[in-house]
């Protein structure tokens, strides 16, 4: 559920980590991630992301996010359809 927080942050907030996903722009999104969580805490950063930025994303984006935020000790993946 989210904190009270999260729900009141507006939308223009985190467009822009979703901008920075949709270019597959990996540093980008670590600066936006840590930008959010310093101002306004890690636990609002995991809600934000966890119930409004991961359900808006398309399977592709979430694919990518995942293998990229894994990859230093993936050593590979297999993609299963």
Do not use: Y
Request: glycine residues 2%; aromatic residues 8%.
């Amino acid at each position: 559920m989210l904190t009270e927080t999260a729900t009141l942050m507006p939308l223009s907030t985190f467009i822009p980590v979703l901008t920075a996903i949709s270019d597959r722009d990996w540093v980008r999104f670590k600066e936006l991630e840590v930008s959010i969580a310093n101002a306004h805490g890690v636990e609002t950063w995991a809600d934000v992301f966890n119930w409004r930025i991961m359900p808006a994303l398309e399977p592709e984006a979430k694919r990518w996010l995942l293998v990229t935020k894994c990859s230093q000790g993936i050593k590979s993946v297999k993609i299963l359809d």
